[in-house]
């Protein structure tokens, strides 16, 4: 393989290798960012899952100390109870989920929020029967603050858990410019490559056979000598050589 065969075969297999890692490249990238989006999306989807649920289980607790306390129903005895524990199994449940996290502290307060509720509930519980004890007093001096102090906590909570999401948002954002450019860079080096085979192509390779084209022609019209001003190399250079044996073969013979 020689002269510009060489040259075309290595600057389209250049392009092809060229195209080919920055592709890989990329894939590689972009499958890192799936497996990025795909875990925060789950993460986001699960503290607001399990945020929901302890919302869910202390709204129960506070209707059914509501429906015992002031309006004396005591079928709900059992239902503040049952609230109260399936709200601290769903605390549970979110610091599992969460692992070693910015939330833990937090955790630790709705803890202990809820260690105080139940000794209120069950204080309540014991000497509710008592014919002096005012339900709705105790509500609003006990119960309420405790509420308070409970639903203002998840509330922290799920505003550190979707804060402890940013760092991660943003290295996906860089992510998405690393998987960008391998294509751009390769996009440059493509144009230059492609600049490069234009300007070899035309001054080696199309401008010579205009030339040779040009000069045959006049010499078969007008008996002009074969004169061929533009650079020839390589085959270009053999064709002219060629050519110009072939006139001197023809003069010869005349």
């Not at 129903?73 to 692992?99: H, P, V």
């Not at 020839?232 to 072939?246: A, Y």
Request: proline letters at 2%; glycine letters at 6%; one cysteine or more.
């Amino acid at each position: 393989m020689t002269g510009i065969r060489k040259r075309v075969t290595i600057g389209f297999l250049s392009i092809v290798a060229l195209l080919f890692f920055s592709g890989l490249v990329s894939l590689f990238e972009l499958s890192h960012m799936s497996v990025d989006i795909e875990a925060i999306l789950g993460s986001s989807r699960r503290s607001i899952e399990m945020s929901k649920n302890m919302l869910s289980a202390i709204h129960a607790n506070d209707r059914a100390v509501v429906n015992y306390a002031v309006f004396r129903d005591s079928i709900y005895a059992d239902s503040c109870r049952g609230s109260m524990e399936r709200f601290n199994l769903t605390i549970r449940q979110a610091r599992n989920e969460s692992g070693k996290s910015s939330a833990d502290a937090l955790y630790d307060s709705l803890g202990l929020f809820s260690d105080r509720m139940e000794q209120a509930i069950e204080a309540m519980l014991a000497k509710e029967s008592g014919a002096t004890f005012d339900g709705r007093k105790w509500y609003d001096d006990n119960y309420l603050p405790l509420y308070n102090d409970i639903t203002d906590g998840i509330t922290d909570v799920m505003k550190s858990v979707q804060g402890s999401l940013t760092p991660r948002a943003e290295q996906l954002n860089l992510n998405a410019y690393r998987s960008v450019t391998p294509v751009f860079i390769s996009l440059l080096v493509m144009i230059a490559i492609l600049l490069m085979f234009y300007y070899f192509i035309m001054i080696y390779t199309v401008k010579p056979i205009i030339e040779m084209n040009r000069s045959l022609g006049d010499y078969l019209r007008y008996k002009l000598p074969f004169d061929v001003k533009a650079e020839c190399r390589d085959e270009m250079h053999e064709l002219k050589e060629k050519i110009e044996s072939v006139m001197v073969g023809t003069k010869t013979t005349k």
